[in-house]
C-alpha cells in the first residue's frame, strides 16, 4: 500500500515512450515533476465493497495479512479485531508543478491551478504467485485535457475537482476535493521536522478503455516528509464516500513534497 500520500506517488524519471507502439503490450509513460504536495488517507474497507473493482487473478488482502500495514491501521485492528477481516485502502492525491501523459504536458505559473492525479487503491496480491499487486479502483485526475489525454493511451480515469487555499487567520491549509459524488475537506497543516523519505515503488493493476486491464509499476522518489494535523470531512453517497465514512479510521499522512515520480504501464 503507498507509503506516500494515497499517495500518492524512483530515481530520475526515464525517457518517455511512445504513445503508440508495435508491441500493444507496452503503453504510455506518465511523469510527475516537482511535487508540491502529496498525502493520502489511509482507511480500511469493507470486503464486499472493495471487490467492485472486479478484476480477475487477484485476492484481496485482509489487514491481519498485510505485512506492510500502515502502523495506524495496524493500532485501529488491535483495537477492534472485529475490522482484521477488512482491506487495507489508501486515497492518494498529488499535485504536482508538471504532469506529462504520453508525451503531453500540463502544468503552469498559476500555484492554484497546479495538475492533480488521485488513486484509490485496496491491497491485494495475485492469485498463484502470491505476488503484491494492488488493485486501483478509481483513476481520477484535474483537468478535461488530463482525462482526454489518458482516453488516447486507453487508460480509464476519472474527473476530479480541487481547489486549494488558505484557512483565514490561521497556518491551515484547506483542501477541497470532489470525486464523482464523494466531498472531501480537509483543513490542517504540515508539524514537526522534515524527514528525509526512501524511494517508494508499488505495482498496481488499473482498468482501460475497451475492457483493457493495466499493470502500473509506480515508482515515487519524494524529497521529504513531514506529519500532518487537522480534520477530514466526508460527504456523499457513492462507493468512496460509504468505504470513508465506515471505516474504523482515517488516517491523513504524511504529507510529500518535492521530488517526481512515474507511472509505467504495461499489459
Known amino acids: 500500500m503507498l507509503g506516500l500520500a494515497a499517495a500518492v506517488w524512483c530515481g530520475v524519471a526515464a525517457p518517455l515512450v511512445a504513445q503508440e507502439r508495435s508491441d500493444d ?10 511535487l508540491s504536495t502529496g498525502q493520502c488517507v489511509r482507511f480500511l474497507v469493507e470486503p464486499g465493497r472493495a471487490r467492485r473493482g472486479d478484476y480477475e487473478n487477484v485476492r484481496l488482502l485482509p489487514a491481519s495479512q498485510d ?8 493500532g485501529a485492528i488491535e483495537g477492534q479485531p472485529e475490522f482484521a477481516t477488512w482491506i487495507p485502502s489508501s486515497l492518494c492525491l498529488f499535485y504536482s508543478d508538471v504532469l506529462t501523459v504520453g508525451g503531453r504536458r500540463f502544468g503552469g505559473k498559476d500555484p492554484r491551478k497546479r495538475p492533480m492525479i488521485g488513486m484509490w487503491i485496496v491491497a491485494a496480491t495475485e492469485k498463484g504467485s502470491g505476488a503484491r499487486r494492488d488493485v486501483l479502483l478509481d483513476f481520477v485526475a484535474v483537468g478535461g485535457g488530463v482525462s482526454q489525454a489518458a482516453a488516447n493511451a486507453k487508460v480509464k480515469l476519472g474527473e476530479a ?13 484547506l483542501y477541497e476535493v ?20 526512501e ?4 505495482s498496481w493493476l488499473g482498468k482501460g478503455t475497451s475492457g483493457t486491464v493495466w499493470r502500473i509499476q509506480a515508482a515515487f522518489k519524494p524529497e521529504w516528509s513531514r506529519a500532518l494535523v487537522g480534520m477530514l470531512k466526508v460527504e456523499g453517497k457513492d462507493d468512496l464516500a460509504k468505504a470513508l465514512k465506515a471505516s474504523p479510521i482515517r488516517f491523513v499522512g504524511p504529507v510529500y513534497r518535492g521530488g517526481e515520480g512515474e507511472l509505467r504501464f504495461s499489459r
Do not use: F, M, Y
Not at 505485512?67 to 495496524?74: D, G, I, P, T, Y
Not at 475537482?161 to 491549509?173: E, M, Y
Not at 470525486?179 to 528525509?196: E, H, K, M, P
Open 67 to 74: 505485512e506492510s500495514l500502515h502502523s495506524a491501521l495496524r
Open 199 to 202: 524511494p517508494i515503488q508499488e
Open 178 to 197: 470532489r470525486i464523482g459524488d464523494t466531498r472531501l475537506t480537509w483543513n490542517g497543516r504540515a508539524v514537526g521536522d522534515s524527514t528525509r523519505v
Open 161 to 173: 475537482q480541487s481547489s486549494v487555499s488558505k484557512v483565514p487567520r490561521t497556518d491551515n491549509d
Open 25 to 34: 503490450r507496452v503503453g504510455s509513460v506518465w511523469t510527475i515533476r516537482g
